[in-house]
């Protein structure tokens, strides 16, 4: 069963700094764009980053210069550097990607369980 398992969400102070993580089960033998989607209570879910496979990146203006995306090709990581962090980047916070998993055809959207990160003093 293909898998994007996500790590290091938290409870950080304004300010701080935070780093997530996502990694794509060895199911996933393609992996093209990969991205970091937050839900903040009582609102959609909105892309705040995205990174294609030769590395170019794409950040959402509210947190560009604040976020920081990277990946690991060689080992299908992607992660999210938070620094500066705000009350309003409270959110639980998805890994996506566009891949193509073992046994099938096409690439398709996968999504993790997601990561809840909380800024609060």
């Known amino acids: 069963q293909e898998q994007l398992v996500e790590s290091g969400g938290g409870l950080v102070q304004p300010g701080g700094s935070l780093r997530l993580s996502c990694v794509a089960s060895?199911?996933?033998?393609?992996?093209?764009?990969m991205a970091w989607y937050r839900q903040a209570p009582g609102k959609e879910r909105e892309l705040v980053a995205s990174i294609e496979n030769d590395g170019s990146t794409d950040i959402e203006d509210s947190v560009k210069g604040r976020f920081t995306i990277s990946r690991e090709n060689a080992n299908n990581r992607v992660h999210l550097q938070i620094n500066r962090a705000e009350p309003e980047d409270t959110a639980v916070y998805y890994c996506n990607v566009k891949a193509l998993v073992k046994g099938t055809l096409y690439f398709d959207d996968y999504w993790g369980q997601g990561t809840q990160v909380t800024v609060s003093s």
């Open positions: 060895e199911e996933f033998i393609v992996v093209n764009l």
